[in-house]
């Protein structure tokens, strides 16, 4: 429960040591004395949104700090581990503000972050703004209060996941179609770029190799050329051999060269060189790689490679990966049919598993939704609510309308102004309720069902009387206190009938200093507080008649 609360500079607050008390405290004042900022700086303390806004003009920051007592608190005391802190019966969260907008949080003087702040406020204390009663109108609320009714989180819990599983093999398998679809629309292409490139059967590093050779045989046709010129010249005529040895053979023969010997050996000599140089040059030839033939068909396969390279946007040497990319698609067709049968397998599973623990919810929702239905017609009575029915209505929802939250839509209905002994009755949905102060009424009863499930120790109500008066008033003060003896209750009312009943009572007021105004709150003696109530009776003229009606209330609630 909170024990202290302890404000600086907050707004209109300069400085406010608030001691808090066990059952019901209620808070009053007139309009806009600063009820809202009490609010306001407490759920800063409990991680709400920082506001620059809230820093008291001219100040440089404002703090709040609010004391609390967890002793029986296991929830909060969770948390605390949760964030890797020390055990105590005793939690106090600070939480200052700049005038530039920065933060700090503190729990028991230990900093954490904002979100770490909030967590652990939410075991701590539940906010009902005057506002709220009007979300009994959005059906999305009423499945959340069953289930907080009938405990109901870990099973939640368990239903989400499971939903969640199912959903993610949904999504693979739709994605797996997707993919088998896009290939059946492939195929006929695919089909075509694998049998063309297989015919053509291009080889990595093919056209470097192709593009030597053909430089190298393009030389050898050159160099065959230069061979057949230096042959032909060789062997002209009679070639020169022949007729070297032709001087040889007549210059043995005649007897004149007697002497001349050296002359006749030189020719031989030479003749027998110029025989191994023809006999050189045609064996060089003979060893060109040059082929017309092969020539031809290398340029032809180039010519080939590159017209598939142009035509697939490649470069040649791509085009082998491209041939096994294309194959690998092709096999994937096969494979991903048996993936689909495994994944179709897996989804029913998923489904299955589903469906189970959801409907494990819907059974207890219902058996919950009964308990409710009495718990809030027990409340609904004293709030001078006897002729109206209550009944929580849970549908099976169309599959694709199940979600995390399961298979069920839940909806409060009601009826109104039902008389003993009626028959049929004819409900309606809780938005058909025109009347503010009946849905105030409405969400109050629920509150005090739902008081017994709660683990929140410290529930706050702003201003859940709007809209109501005279013994509807008084009805809602009773089961405020009523509520109040299971937990701490803070309201914030400006009806006497309710203030009358708090064990607690806190006004709150502004006051002039120096030029500035300050919001004062103080705990009201037993006689300050008759006074207060015969303020809230009479107005801003305090008569005889109103302070004994004031008395009346507070002899009533005693």
């Not at 007592?69 to 605390?80: F, G, H, P, Q, R």
């Not at 706050?460 to 209750?489: K, M, P, W, Y």
Request: glycine share 8%; hydrophobic share 45%; proline share 2%.
């Amino acid at each position: 429960m909170l024990t202290q609360l302890s404000i600086r500079n907050i707004v209109l607050i300069e400085a406010c040591d608030i001691p808090l008390k066990r059952g019901l405290c209620v808070l009053s004042g007139e309009t806009g004395a600063g009820k809202s900022i009490l609010l306001d700086a407490l759920g800063l303390a409990l991680g709400a949104r920082a506001d620059a806004a809230l820093v008291r003009q001219g100040e440089a920051s404002g703090s709040v700090a609010a004391e609390f007592d967890i002793s029986s608190n296991e929830e909060a005391k969770a948390a605390l581990r949760e964030l890797e802190m020390e055990d105590s019966d005793t939690l106090i969260l600070r939480r200052s503000l700049s005038a530039d907008g920065k933060t700090r949080c503190l729990i028991n003087d230990q900093p954490v972050t904002v979100a770490g702040l909030k967590k652990l406020g939410e075991t701590l204390v539940e906010v009902h703004g005057q506002h709220d009663q009007r979300g009994l109108q959005d059906a999305t609320v009423h499945r959340a209060l069953l289930d907080e009714y009938a405990g109901l989180a870990s099973v939640r819990k368990a239903v989400a996941a499971a939903y969640l599983a199912w959903r993610a093999c949904a999504g693979a398998k739709a994605a797996l179609v997707s993919e088998i679809e896009k290939t059946a629309r492939e195929q006929e292409y695919l089909e075509h770029i694998k049998n063309e490139l297989q015919q053509l059967s291009p080889q990595p590093g093919e056209e470097e190799t192709l593009t030597g050779q053909r430089t190298g045989m393009m030389q050898s046709e050159k160099l065959f050329e230069v061979l057949n010129a230096a042959i032909a010249e060789l062997n002209g005529g009679k070639g020169v051999a022949a007729s070297l040895r032709a001087a040889q053979r007549i210059l043995t023969r005649s007897p004149l060269t007697s002497g001349r010997e050296a002359i006749i050996e030189s020719l031989e000599q030479s003749a027998i060189e110029a025989e191994e140089a023809s006999f050189a040059l045609e064996k060089i030839g003979q060893e060109a790689t040059f082929n017309p033939a092969t020539l031809e068909k290398i340029e032809e396969r180039l010519f080939a490679l590159k017209a598939a390279g142009r035509k697939y946007n490649l470069p040649v040497d791509e085009l082998a990966g491209l041939h096994k990319e294309v194959e690998e698609k092709l096999a994937l067709t096969g494979s991903r049919n048996h993936r689909l049968g495994e994944l179709e397998r897996k989804l029913a599973e998923a489904r299955a598993a589903f469906v189970d623990v959801a409907s494990g919810l819907s059974d207890r929702r219902k058996k919950a939704a009964a308990k409710l239905e009495k718990s809030t017609l027990r409340e609904l009575a004293p709030l001078r609510m006897a002729g109206t029915r209550f009944r929580v209505r849970i549908d099976a929802l169309e599959e694709n309308n199940w979600s995390e939250w399961g298979m069920d839509g839940v909806r409060f209905e009601c009826a109104t102004n039902v008389t003993k002994g009626a028959g049929e009755v004819a409900f309606a949905p809780l938005s058909k309720i025109a009347s503010g102060g009946e849905l105030s009424r409405f969400m109050l009863a629920l509150k005090v069902a739902l008081s017994t499930r709660r683990s929140v120790p410290t529930l706050i109500f702003d201003e859940i009387d709007s809209g109501t008066g005279g013994a509807v008033a008084a009805a809602i003060g009773e089961r405020l206190s009523v509520l109040g003896g299971e937990a701490q209750v803070l309201v914030v009312t400006h009806l006497p009938q309710v203030a009358a009943r708090g064990h607690q009572h806190l006004l709150v007021s502004k006051q002039e200093k120096t030029g500035k105004v300050t919001t004062r709150v103080a705990e009201l003696s037993a006689a300050a507080r008759g006074e207060e109530l015969a303020r809230m009776l009479a107005g801003a003229t305090i008569t005889p008649e109103a302070r004994k009606a004031a008395q009346k209330l507070l002899e009533t609630a005693a």
